[in-house]
């Protein structure tokens, strides 16, 4: 299969070179420093139970429109959620009139991205997606660490027997590639399970500057970081997900488990890049607003960080 990486990242990186790995066609695009480096230089990607050191084919995000759309299959949308709707408009331009488009497939943090991408995309090929337990980020320019399984899950927005079996294509082609991949029938509650475990520990790890261990093994620290995760799931009660007491432990389990790793706001914090706030922190203080309640944890962390990394 064809693919487009949009978003040549940590996570990106990992996807990609994951399936170079296993035989498919991967273009790349990327921008600044790392796009250059990308352009004269191998990608270096270091995991514990995978390494790749290979020259790839990478673009910027203008120059996509020299390329085939209708030759990729599919395209990866893994770039940061603030960049959304700016990318929708590109994909809109880059696809032009045509009616069959290839699927996107969204593997971004937050809840919305994939409304956004239908606003102006059909939305039968938009594929809502998340992928965790891993950690991956550019170290220095084209060379990436990487760490954890990545296990991913999709689903349709909207569902035809069409993308039913891309979806099946794309699970076999991710599981073949060591990306270990399943399909969801209600893919709106596993965005909203992942966003308990962001909003529970990125704000947090960023406007502390620690990693996930430090904070998920400090006894009172660990404590805001349920609150957090609880606030989470109380925000989704507005859009009519119900989470579960044990499924907010379960991940609360799962990320004190987990590798100790640094969040992506952590990362963006180290390198001076825009935060994800509104998609992260400040989607569930506004539908807890919406149901009439505070979000005091959320709220404070994200008042905290904000001021901290906007008003130096």
Known sequence: MRFLI??????????GARLINAGHDVIFVARGKHLDALQH?????QHP??????????????EIKKLNAHSFQAVLLTTKSTSTGTLSKHLQMWFGNEKKIPYIISLQNGVDNEEILSLVLNKKYIIAGLTRKIGAHIVSPAVINATGTAETILGSLEKTV???SFLEEIK????????PTQISENINLELWKKL?????VNAICALLKKETGIIMHHEKLSKIVYGLMNETAIA???KGIKISKKEIDDMYELITNFDSIKPSMLVDVENNRELELDEICNVVIENCEALGLDAPYTRTISTLLEYTYYKK
Do not use: T
Request: aromatic share 12%; net charge neutral.
């Open 6 to 15: 949009l978003g040549a990242g940590g996570i990106g990186s990992y996807f």
């Open 41 to 45: 230089n191998q990608l270096k990607l």
């Open 49 to 62: 139970e995978f390494c790749f050191s290979k020259k790839i084919i990478s673009y910027s995000i203008d």
């Open 162 to 164: 069409e993308n039913s």
């Open 172 to 179: 076999n082609i991710f599981n073949d590639a060591k990306i």
């Open 196 to 200: 308990i475990i962001n909003n529970g």
């Open 236 to 238: 989704a009660s507005n």
